[in-house]
């Protein structure tokens, strides 16, 4: 299976690779996985009080569509609100790196991290508001 | 007919592998095309047919994993999609962890020991997630049931830490 230019140059150069201090107020984690093929994706978002996100880091164990996709999407959240990374959609991502059928899972995998660090920030803030 | 009918073993988990290999053999020598021979081609199709099922529940029944799916699926469990996302950050957190361990062992100065020592790891934690699910199967529940769909959609990302180690270790002494 030939993988697009896009995801190629995700894969050969990844851009915003890295981790956050998870302990930080200011940093949302999304750790999500996906049985069917073992990958699993760390997604860290630095978020200012006024809910921008102003850095965004990944970590992906998968293969190249798993880690275009975080890679991608780390690039496209920065400097976005909160809301509006929410409505990120797998299907933007698939069509931008244009995916197979079968790699759209990767694509899906993405889109659930944004999910899962926006949950942990909110989680975050109710707990700092006591 | 399900797989376990057609095996004609009482629908557990836990199955003797020896006794599964010789229901197999003895079904497969019972569809085999010469005891076709002059059979009418409606026969023929249908021992291919036959053969072909038998495979398949011999496949399904002798693997682990698959043989679980495959009774949760017997039993009705309403399975996450294969492509359906975990989310126990504690689990996910423990896989990026195993990722880096056989990452490491690349790198190893003594890549004997590293491999073996990831190996005993990722076994010990296989095994005991492997445990829990043999019991939760035995328990016939619907919280029983979930929990062991749980599992095995854990265990699957073992597997493939498994597959990656095995790759590793190939890289490493280029056999």
């Not at chain 1, 920065?78 to 929410?86: D, F, L, R, T, V």
């Not at chain 1, 990120?88 to 659930?112: F, G, M, Q, R, Y």
């Not at chain 2, 496949?59 to 009774?71: D, F, G, S, V, W």
Request: charged fraction near 30%; hydrophobic fraction near 35%; charge should be negative.
């Amino acid at each position: 299976m030939a993988y697009s230019e896009k995801v190629i140059d995700h894969y050969e150069n990844p851009r915003n690779v890295g981790s956050m201090d998870k302990n930080d107020p200011q940093v949302a984690t999304g750790m999500v996985g996906a049985p069917a093929c073992g990958d699993v994706m760390k997604l860290q978002l630095k978020i200012t009080d006024e809910g921008i996100i102003e850095d965004a880091k990944f970590k992906t164990y998968g293969c190249g569509s798993a880690i275009a996709s975080s890679s991608l999407v780390t690039e496209w959240v920065k400097g976005k609100s909160i809301e509006e990374a929410a409505e990120i959609k797998n299907t933007d991502i698939s069509e931008e790196l244009a995916l197979p059928p079968v790699k759209i899972h990767c694509s899906i995998l993405a889109e659930d991290a944004i999910k899962a660090a926006i949950e942990d920030y909110q989680a975050k803030q109710d707990t700092q508001k006591g | 007919m399900n797989y376990y009918e057609l095996f004609g073993l009482e629908p557990n988990f836990n199955v003797d592998e020896k006794q599964l290999s010789d229901v197999f053999q003895r079904l497969q020598k019972s569809m085999h095309p010469d005891r076709f021979a002059h059979a009418s081609s409606q026969e023929q199709l249908l021992a291919v047919q036959k053969s072909s099922m038998i495979n398949d529940a011999y496949q399904t029944l002798k693997t682990p994993l698959k043989r679980a799916q495959y009774m949760l699926e017997l039993r009705g469990v309403d399975m996450p999609d294969e492509q359906s996302t975990v989310k126990d950050t504690m689990f996910l957190m423990r896989q990026m962890e195993l990722r880096e361990l056989l990452d490491d062992v690349k790198h190893a100065a003594n890549p004997d020991d590293a491999l073996f020592a990831a190996s005993q790891e990722l076994d010990s934690e296989y095994q005991s997630l492997f445990s829990e699910l043999q019991v939760q199967l035995a328990q016939q529940n619907d919280d029983a049931n979930m929990a062991a769909s749980e599992h095995l959609r854990k265990l699957k990302f073992y597997q493939k830490l498994q597959i990656e180690l095995d790759r590793i270790e190939d890289q490493l002494f280029e056999l």
